[in-house]
């Protein structure tokens, strides 16, 4: 069930403890992919694992709005990248579950599209479900794609793949390889273990890592599957745990 086109009655009518909370950002991904790639893809992930997981059980989800602005300060160089603080997206966040839970919906799963969250998602999640009244976990959808995985970039091959599998109109595909050959071949600048670079302008001209030129619609179909089927699993989990507290 999706919430922002459901009635509130429909909604109380729903036998359900578990929701989805899709995060992302809004940010650059070079001059072929749009600023919502991130947001767009999680939307994506999400809305088919609910799907999924509905056909396969029988029980309703809920699926709230997607989160469209996440921690992306390192892109700031780039026009209309927007950016909130750890702490104010790590509030927005809690906020945002407590009032899920207080419908019943305390089971959580944060279905999350951009690499700049993990390390915030990681932290909140302990806190709900240590000290709220839910149970709460991230799921980032392009570490959950098997040896894809390590392909993973801004704006690369895996980003660019699901979008043209998805929304194949938001790719400029005659900037693909001007992307390709003003991006970056890994992110940051690395010595001795320690990334010295803090913002993306500093190793990459125009905002991309990766190859952005092998991406297909083929792929990002291998893609959804492949997280969609990982994210029913992950649900699958949450719903069926029992969460203590100490």
Do not use: C
């Not at 700031?76 to 990248?81: Q, V």
């Not at 991006?183 to 913002?199: C, I, P, Q, T």
């Amino acid at each position: 069930m999706q919430l922002e086109t459901a009635t509130w009655q429909e909604v109380d009518a729903l036998d359900s403890s578990l929701a989805i909370v899709p995060v992302g950002s809004t940010e650059q991904h070079g001059p072929h992919a749009p600023l919502g790639t991130d947001s767009l893809n999680a939307g994506s992930v999400a809305q088919a694992g609910a799907e999924k997981y509905e056909a396969q059980t029988g029980r309703e989800i809920v699926v709230i709005p997607t989160i469209p602005i996440g921690i992306a300060e390192e892109h700031r160089s780039f026009a209309g990248t927007l950016w909130v603080s750890p702490d104010t997206f790590r509030a927005y966040l809690r906020e945002t579950v407590a009032s899920l839970a207080h419908h019943g919906f305390d089971r959580v799963v944060i279905v999350n599209g951009h690499g700049g969250n993990i390390d915030a998602l990681n932290e909140l999640t302990g806190i709900i479900s240590r000290h709220d009244d839910a149970y709460a976990v991230g799921f980032t959808w392009f570490n959950a794609v098997g040896e894809h995985s390590t392909r993973m970039g801004h704006g690369g091959v895996l980003e660019t793949s699901l979008l043209q599998h998805t929304y194949p109109d938001t790719i400029r595909s005659d900037q693909l390889e001007t992307a390709a050959e003003r991006g970056a071949d890994r992110w940051g600048e690395w010595v001795a273990g320690v990334n010295l670079a803090h913002d993306s302008i500093e190793f990459t001209e125009n905002g991309v890592v990766g190859e952005p030129t092998d991406a297909s619609a083929e792929l990002g179909v291998e893609l959804l599957e492949t997280a969609t089927d990982e994210l029913v699993s992950l649900l699958e989990a949450v719903s069926a745990r029992t969460q203590q507290k100490r």
